[in-house]
């Protein structure tokens, strides 16, 4: 299978952030992608409360979810769209970060809500408070699809890999981590991060991530890392898309999966202990 990872530089403007997925799309196709894959916080990157308020919907309003939804049927693809943000349901007054899978007829097959939240000072410049803006989900996502099982995951969630081992063994051998990672981080963490996850799971990790200067928004503006990777279930890393937007393809092949868990079977060798003191 042919996957196609969209590595963007969001603006705070989610009809333009479409049009641009649209172009990105038609370029997957043109490369013969059978899934593409979208960042974090596709639809707006924005650092004002405000702006979100003013511009976010509901799910079943949203007109990128409705964008991706027909642009997956009228070409044929599944489509993860990394995350959307969106309102949530009252009572709740903050956002969910949530991950989409559309399938090629355009129907949602799964909806994960990015369960940790990032709340860190990177440095005296660089600090985050997710937490303040969106819910946390409680509740891991694996779907059962045409394409393979596929595990959901977001960003800061690739530092915790209880979640990743749930959903290998529950049966994932895909795992997708679409990313906002920051710059203070990225350099360090990303990419050993996403190494670890895949030899821990034998799964493959497919990560699209923001990369760039966004726009300034409200007066606000944010950077992002890029590195958009695909790291396969043996570890190696099999896309680094540095730093400028646009699509990037990679085959993969899920017999993959099976091999890396033949040569070291560690996801079925867990051991129950005595906690520590
Ligand atoms: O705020 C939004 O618009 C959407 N959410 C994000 O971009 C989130 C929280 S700020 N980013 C991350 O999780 C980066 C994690 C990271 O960089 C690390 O783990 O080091």
């Known amino acids: 299978m042919r996957v196609a990872i969209l590595q963007m530089t969001s603006s705070d403007d989610p009809e333009e952030n479409l049009a641009s997925l649209r172009t990105m799309l038609r370029d997957a196709i043109g490369q013969g992608a ?24 509901r799910e079943a309003q949203d007109l990128v979810l409705k964008g991706l939804q027909a642009e997956a049927k009228a070409l044929d693809i599944w ?3 990394g995350s959307l943000a969106l ?19 355009g129907e949602i097959e799964a909806r994960y809500d990015k369960i940790h939240m990032f709340d860190v000072a990177v440095s005296a410049e660089e600090t985050y408070r997710e ?43 895909i795992i997708t981590a679409p990313a906002a990672f920051s710059p203070g981080t990225g350099p360090a963490h990303w990419q050993p991060l996403l190494q670890a996850r895949a030899i821990e799971t034998g799964c493959y990790i497919l990560a699209p991530a923001q990369t760039g200067k966004h726009k300034a928004s409200a007066g606000k503006s944010r950077s992002t890392y890029g590195h958009s990777m695909v790291v396969s279930p043996w570890g190696e890393v099999l896309l680094d898309a540095g730093t400028d937007a646009g699509v990037f393809c990679v085959d993969i092949d899920l017999a993959q999966v099976d091999e890396a868990r033949r040569k070291v079977p560690s996801l079925t060798h867990d051991r129950s202990f005595e906690a520590p003191k």
Not at 41 to 56: C, D, G, M, P, W
Not at 87 to 105: D, G, H, M, V, Y
Request: with cysteine; proline share 4%.
């Open 34 to 57: 059978q899934f593409a894959l979208t960042p974090e916080v596709t639809n707006i990157v924005s650092f004002s409360r405000k702006h979100q308020e003013a511009v976010l919907v």
């Open 79 to 81: 489509i993860l769209a």
């Open 87 to 105: 309102k949530s349901e009252a009572p709740e007054t903050r956002f969910a970060n949530r991950s989409l899978l559309i399938n090629p007829e």
């Open 131 to 173: 937490s303040a803006g969106f819910a946390p989900g409680d509740r891991a996502v694996l779907a059962h699809t045409g394409i393979g099982n596929i595990g959901l995951t977001i960003c800061y969630d690739v530092r915790f890999g209880y979640l990743h081992r749930a959903l290998a063994q529950a049966g994932a051998q």
